[in-house]
C-alpha cells in the first residue's frame, strides 16, 4: 500500500502492532528498539568497503521497513546481494566458468575450500548457505511474499555471518 504523504513517518500498522515482552507487560516494538537491533547486525570482519556499503544498504532499508512493511523483503534481497559481492571479491583471480550466478559463485567457493561443504538436509533443517541460495533466488525471479521482522533479521545475520566467514576479523 502507498502511503499518503501525511502517513509517511508513522509506523506501519503491521509493524506497529508486533508485540514486545519488556518484563512490564506486553507493548509495541518501537523505532529505538527496531534501530538497535539492526545495528548490532552486521559484519564484524575485514570486508571490502563496497560490501560493507552494500550491506549497509541492507540495514537502512530494513530500517525504513519500520514505516513501509514490504520492505522487509526488499532489506533481504539486498543482504543476500551483499553476500554474493562478498563471494566475488573473494574469489577475484580464481577463474570464472559460466555464468556468475550465485550457485556457481558457491559451488566454486566449495571446491576450494571457501566455504565449507554443503551439509545434507535429511531432515528440516537445510544448509544455511543453500538456504539464502533458495531465498535469493525465489526473491529475485518475483514473489508476492512479505516476510517478518523476526525472518528478515534472521536472512541479515545470516548474511554478516557468512561474509565474516569470507573476511574474517583480523587476529588480535
Known sequence: MFKALGQILLADPRFASLAVSDGNGVR???????????????????????????????????????????????????????????????????PVKGKETLRNLVDRARKLGILPAAQPSGGMFMDPVEAMIHMRNALAHGSADIHSPGMAMDVLEACAREIDSLFPPAAQ
Open 28 to 94: 509495541s516494538m518501537d523505532l529505538a528498539e527496531h534501530h538497535r537491533a539492526i545495528a548490532m547486525a552486521g559484519p564484524q570482519g575485514g570486508a571490502p568497503l563496497d560490501v560493507r556499503a552494500a550491506f549497509d544498504r541492507a540495514r537502512n532499508i530494513l530500517l525504513y521497513a519500520y514505516f513501509a512493511y514490504d520492505l522487509l523483503v526488499v532489506g533481504e534481497s539486498q543482504a543476500l546481494a551483499a553476500f554474493e559481492l562478498a563471494l566475488k571479491h573473494r574469489l577475484a583471480g580464481h
